[in-house]
């Protein structure tokens, strides 16, 4: 018998549950050891004295778009086996407003979402306030989201 986690959208299996979590992990070691949640790689590009990290998202862009291509070319299924789907959101100016917020915390923290948890991991315990700035500006968005501009 599977023990199940029921979350808010759908219900988990543990050994998706496991899958997940093995699959984060690694991507936190690719985030550590590809340098990229260090605090100098992230100053040093934004004053655009090394290009690494837009090597690096670069590279991220290419794959996400040749992994977007074959996901839809062949009706890619999640762990949970249900068809992935993309839909895109429409553009509007609280896409500049927020991407702007988002890349000044970006440049002042020298982390964006992903690799906060991998500094946390690797000992970064100034990353824990980072974290909290995260969560406090997630809960922030949610109750001001009726008045944004959508």
């Known amino acids: 018998m599977t023990t199940l986690i029921r979350t ?14 093995i699959m984060g992990m690694y991507f ?20 655009f004295r090394d290009p690494y990290m837009y090597l690096v998202i670069g590279t991220a862009v290419f794959v996400g778009g040749i992994s977007m291509l ?17 839909k895109p959101k429409p553009y509007h100016k609280g896409v500049i407003f927020g991407g702007t917020i988002f890349g000044m915390g970006w440049a002042i923290t ?17 990353a824990l306030l980072t974290f909290a700035g995260a969560m406090g500006g997630m809960y922030l968005y949610a109750w001001l989201r009726p008045r944004l501009p959508h």
């Open 110 to 126: 020298g982390a964006c979402p992903g690799p906060i948890y991998a500094q946390i991991g690797g000992g970064e315990w100034m």
């Open 70 to 86: 074959v996901i839809k070319r062949y009706s890619v299924h999640d762990m949970s086996g249900n068809k992935i789907t993309y």
């Open 8 to 21: 808010t959208s759908s219900t988990l299996s543990v050994g998706v549950a496991v899958r997940t979590l």
């Open 28 to 47: 936190g070691l690719v985030l550590v050891k590809s340098e990229v949640v260090l605090w100098q790689r992230i100053h040093d590009m934004f004053l």
